[in-house]
């Protein structure tokens, strides 16, 4: 006889399992934007993708164990090639793909003969407008939900949640998205259980949108290094140090001069054919110039 399990046990036993799993990890953001949709993540690996496409419009990413969400990955490239080849591409959807991959998930996680996937789940699609963009969230167990605004799975998903719920901006710009989603990423728990903010280096971050200002008709592209250090590097500096000397006043021997930072050309500057002025003679701070010696009375050697 086996050993008997209630039913709920059972339940409560393979949810804390794949929960355990899947906070490991590190979270991933998805946020809207004016133009579309930001993923970002954390990822020290350059070669195996959180996010990746799935066909023209969707986008999919994911936390937990990579080769359990490769295969949904896999699977869910093939079945949206599938329906597109054999009806229309406005056939393949991201909610159509969001149900196909809640059945696989539930199925796995209520039978007994295999454990659980570790995994949440990210299928995001774009829109022709921003009202149309959606973002569908799976869990572990084959739960659906459609998000708005905003969503984050795994790792300290609470800290991250909480953090872009009062920052988070409608209709905000690719840069001030990006900026939330890293700020918001780094979010965490220190020993005492208080919320502490850490810097991701650019190198660790991967982050793709679905920007709906593209030509093509695929809308997926990833922001490489390069790119994420010009968007994140827009900060306000750090305020430079006084002056020696107040405003309305000016070292000796200096002018005022009111230089306008949007103005390319520096009043400082000199241009061709400028000159600076001739030191008066007459001032009595400057030492006194002797003359010119006379010239000689022979009128001096001639040179041939």
Do not use: C
Request: charged share 25%; aromatic share 6%.
């Amino acid at each position: 006889m086996p050993f008997y399990v209630s039913p709920e046990q059972l339940m409560k036993d393979r949810a804390d399992f794949a929960r355990k799993g899947i906070s490991r990890g590190r979270s991933m953001v998805a946020v809207h934007y004016a133009e579309g949709i930001l993923l970002a993540s954390e990822n020290v690996s350059q070669a195996l993708h959180k996010i990746s496409e799935i066909y023209d419009r969707i986008a999919f990413a994911a936390v937990g164990r990579y080769n359990e969400f490769e295969n949904l990955r896999i699977a869910g490239v093939r079945l949206a090639d599938m329906r597109g080849y054999a009806y229309d591409r406005r056939d393949v959807t991201g909610r159509g793909l969001a149900n196909a991959y809640a059945q696989t998930l539930g199925t796995i996680f209520s039978s007994g003969g295999e454990k659980p996937y570790e995994v949440e789940i990210f299928v995001a699609e774009i829109g022709d407008t921003a009202q149309d963009d959606q973002i569908y969230r799976l869990t572990y167990d084959g739960q659906v939900a459609d998000e708005q605004e905003y969503a984050v799975i795994g790792g300290a998903a609470d800290v991250v949640s909480t953090y872009l719920s009062e920052h988070y901006k409608e209709g905000s710009s690719l840069t001030e998205a990006l900026t939330l989603a890293v700020n918001a990423l780094g979010r965490q728990n220190n020993e005492r259980g208080e919320a502490d903010n850490r810097v991701i280096p650019v190198k660790n971050l991967e982050v793709a949108v679905l920007d709906r200002t593209r030509t093509q008709p695929r809308k997926f592209s990833r922001i490489g290094p390069n790119r994420l250090e010009s968007l994140l590097g827009t900060r306000e500096p750090a305020s430079a140090p006084a002056p020696e000397h107040p405003a309305e006043e000016h070292p000796p021997g200096t002018a005022a001069v009111d230089a306008d930072p949007d103005d390319p050309r520096d009043p400082t500057d000199q241009e061709s054919g400028d000159a600076p002025p001739l030191a008066d003679p007459t001032r009595e701070d400057l030492p006194p110039v002797a003359p010119p010696p006379p010239p000689p009375a022979d009128g001096g050697d001639q040179q041939s």
